[in-house]
């Protein structure tokens, strides 16, 4: 999910739509023979949207080189891959962070599991009027994004650089109504995630989404403080490889998430396609499931 998407697919996390797709289900990962009898390179489809995103070719060839042959299916919306992955259209898919997944395993029924942690893209907190968090005087007004996905995370960014805090302790389900306002040194307001850019001169500091920090005539290293990937509050925003349950294990799926996390065209590939954005994580494998069923629950008990 490059730096360009984030902010949209956090959003879509919501309510997932679901769309039929066409396609033939997929026989791949499996070795076959060629008509002369030679064994042939496994081939895995793998779902991604963006496919001319500058780690994808890199990733593509590092896979070859380890006999497998990847095969980008490129999907047109957010909404398509995780539909054809649980129909096994594709035997992977990579395009998406811990909530999305969480929001489609549980409007579908579906149990479509992370196998392995790409990247984080950090979320900033940007202001005109003050150079660092401290500066920002108590009582003053900080802006967030009115869309529930990115308002949770906003907040939590707000909790760790110590501006608010937050009655259950923050989660990927937060709102204004969870701000402890007695507690906090601000005050919060919700605006629509297109607008704070112009409305940075009227607050102390606003969370703005990757996609709108350049309308804002800003750069990613203005940001005075943003997620911190360490922290646990973070966790379900790391984007992952995601795998049917029954191919959790699949070695070959496995190994394909090694070299995308440790080949090193395929990092410089992916630090490029984000503006120099992404954070380059390999959390653990239980962490991203604990994570995911986490989240799961949390969106439950929300209803």
């Known amino acids: 999910m490059s730096r360009r998407t984030t902010s949209i697919l956090a959003a879509l996390a919501v309510v997932p739509l679901f769309v ?11 070795a076959g023979s060629g008509s002369d009898g030679s064994s042939e390179d496994e081939v895995v489809k793998i779902g991604v949207v963006g496919k001319g995103d500058e780690q994808w070719p890199a990733f593509v060839d590092a ?12 999907f047109g919306s957010y909404e398509q891959p995780n539909p054809a992955l649980t129909e096994g259209e594709i035997d992977l898919n990579q395009f998406q962070h811990i909530v999305y997944l969480a929001e489609y395993n549980n409007a579908s029924g579906s ?24 500066s920002i005087p108590e009582g003053e007004t900080v802006a967030v994004p009115d869309d529930a996905s990115n308002q949770a995370r906003a907040l939590n960014v707000l909790q760790q650089a110590g501006l608010v805090e937050l009655k259950s302790g923050g989660t990927p389900y937060s709102d204004l109504a969870d701000v402890d306002t007695d507690k906090s040194k601000v005050k919060v307001t919700a605006l629509e995630a297109a607008l704070i850019p112009t409305s940075l001169p009227d607050v102390a500091a606003a969370i703005i989404n990757n996609d709108f920090v350049q309308d804002a005539g800003l750069t990613f290293e203005d940001a005075i403080a943003q997620d911190d990937p360490e ?6 925003y790391v984007n992952i490889f995601a795998a049917r349950a029954e191919d959790a294990d699949n070695e070959t799926y496995l190994k394909l998430v090694e070299i995308f996390q440790t ?35 949390d969106a439950d008990a929300k209803k």
């Not at 922290?231 to 379900?236: E, G, V, Y």
């Not at 990092?267 to 989240?295: F, I, N, R």
């Open 20 to 30: 039929a797709l066409a396609g033939c289900a997929t026989g791949s990962a499996d």
């Open 63 to 74: 896979a070859a080189e380890e006999g497998i042959t990847v095969e980008l299916v490129d």
């Open 111 to 134: 149990d479509l599991t992370p196998i392995g942690s790409t990247a984080i893209y950090p979320l900033g907190l940007y202001s005109k009027k003050y150079d660092d968090v401290d």
């Open 231 to 236: 922290d646990a509050s973070a966790l379900p």
């Open 263 to 297: 080949n090193e065209a395929v990092q410089k590939g992916l630090l490029e396609s984000s503006g120099g954005t992404a954070v380059a994580l390999q959390t653990p494998v239980e962490d991203l499931v604990a994570s995911l069923a986490k989240v799961q629950k």
